[in-house]
């Protein structure tokens, strides 16, 4: 047991870039599991009609001030660290962007609301569009992120990934038992919940970057210049993240849409170590050297991609217990596609891992063509796959897809940088880490 100290020592007080992965990777499955009892006590309490209203309500006011980020986040991150004299004034107009980008989100979920909600009651489509104020809320907040990680402050920007969930947790109990839970004051607790987070960003925001509002010209051009050229990776990404369901659900029966939502969301799980090493990769790989860049993507691209392959391995293997166990016989069908998928979770996360050199080295254009590129393969394959292989066509689809992304990012290293992509193989170095990590813990 004496092992438990320094690991809970890195998790809570770490600095070094393997302390703030872990950091971020239990951050993450911290929100996963913090989002799946908020989902339980919202689904047994309101009913498949009233979980589908409040997800109506609140589903647009994220959704528009995600894809009209204009790419600031990321933009961000990249402009402090090669501007670091001037990081105040660069957050400062990231923020005063944000705000802007969030106020024309509320303004088009408005004028939006009744068409894209025609098929809902009145009463929910007045609350859909006054809910659209918090959209400034949820672009605000992506930016305070966004302006800890360049700080390289990851407990702070973690923070904001859990602590609105913990929040929600603790209102929709207190509503649950007062017997006072609708869909509306779900979605209200959902929402205070992240204003409440956004004050809490800006207090650590403000104190690591004291606002200033000088040369707010220039300074948006900087992060304009940059944040459109990588703008289309969240707006790609925002769309393919959904345009496999909505693909599966027009041309395919119910039931099938449900096993394969199951499949999707349980093998996206191990999805959880290379998004964490991505979050702590880009903060600290912005502006370097490209040699630089190439060998600490590469040593992060390996380790992660090492083990979350092995996860997947020992989950596919045990595939058909798993998903017995959790969510019963009728989900039986879902073993095969849910294989297929754990198989494109490694090989997307590797990918993703892998463009952070382009990110890095002020090239966000390739990202956003993979991103793109990815997408319209992905459709046209499914468009032909899922009629004829119902859904084991539409996982190879986004199987192919994502191997056609990772053979793309693999040949831009040497067309783009003039570069040997970094080895995939682990190597004495990798394995040294990880000798290192063992001494520390036992």
Request: proline fraction near 4%; charged fraction near 15%.
């Given at each position: 047991m004496n092992f438990i100290g320094p690991i809970v020592s890195l998790i809570v007080k770490g600095e070094s870039g393997a302390a703030a992965a872990v950091q971020t990777t239990f951050a993450r499955v911290l929100f996963i599991v913090l989002n799946i009892l908020t989902g339980m006590i919202t689904a047994r309490a309101l009913g498949p009609g009233g979980r589908g209203e409040q997800a109506a309500i609140l589903l647009w006011p994220q959704f528009l001030a995600y894809i009209l980020t204009l790419g600031v986040p990321m933009a961000l991150i990249y402009q402090v660290k090669k501007h670091p004299q001037q990081q105040s004034q660069i957050v400062s107009t990231a923020l005063l962007l944000s705000a802007l980008t969030g106020c024309f989100a509320t303004i088009v979920g408005c004028f939006g609301m009744p068409i894209w909600l025609s098929k809902y009651p009145s009463d929910v489509i007045r609350s859909a569009q006054w809910f659209m104020l918090f959209a400034p809320v949820a672009s605000m907040s992506?930016?305070?992120?966004?302006?800890?990680?360049?700080?390289?402050?990851?407990?702070?920007?973690?923070?904001g990934r859990y602590l609105a969930p913990i929040i929600?947790?603790?209102g929709l109990s207190g509503l649950v038992l007062t017997h006072l839970l609708t869909p509306t004051t779900a979605a209200l607790t959902y929402s205070v919940a992240g204003l409440l987070t956004l004050f809490w960003l800006l207090r650590d925001l403000l104190l690591t970057f004291p606002l200033k509002f000088e040369g707010v010209g220039q300074n948006t051009k900087r992060l304009l210049s940059y944040g459109m050229r990588s703008y289309g990776i969240d707006l790609f990404g925002s769309v393919s993240g959904q345009v496999d369901r909505v693909l599966v659900v027009g041309m395919l029966a119910p039931a099938l849409m449900g096993i394969y939502t199951i499949a999707l969301s349980l093998s996206r799980?191990?999805?959880?170590?290379?998004?964490?090493?991505?979050?702590?990769?880009?903060?600290?790989?912005?502006?370097?050297p490209v040699a630089e860049v190439v060998a600490i993507v590469g040593k992060s691209a390996r380790v992660s991609t090492f083990l979350t392959g092995m996860t997947a391995l020992l989950v596919g293997l045990f595939g058909g217990e798993i998903l017995i166990l959790l969510y019963g016989d009728r989900f039986?069908?879902?073993?095969?596609?849910?294989?297929i998928l754990l198989l494109q979770v490694v090989l997307s996360g590797l990918t993703w891992v892998l463009a952070q050199t382009f990110m890095s080295v002020g090239k966000p254009e390739i990202p956003m063509l993979l991103q793109g590129i990815g997408l319209l393969i992905n459709v046209v394959m499914m468009v032909v796959l899922i009629p004829q292989f119902s859904l084991v066509g539409a996982s190879i689809s986004l199987l192919v897809s994502t191997m056609f992304r990772l053979g793309v990012v693999l040949a831009c290293y040497p067309l783009v940088l003039k570069v040997s992509p970094p080895s995939l193989?682990?190597?004495?170095s990798d394995l040294a880490h990880f000798t290192r990590l063992k001494q520390r813990f036992l």
């Open positions: 992506l930016v305070c992120v966004s302006a800890m990680e360049a700080a390289e402050k990851f407990g702070a920007a973690n923070r929600t947790l603790i799980m191990l999805s959880i170590l290379h998004s964490s090493t991505i979050s702590v990769l880009f903060p600290k790989t912005s502006a370097k039986v069908g879902a073993v095969p596609i849910f294989r193989w682990l190597n004495r």
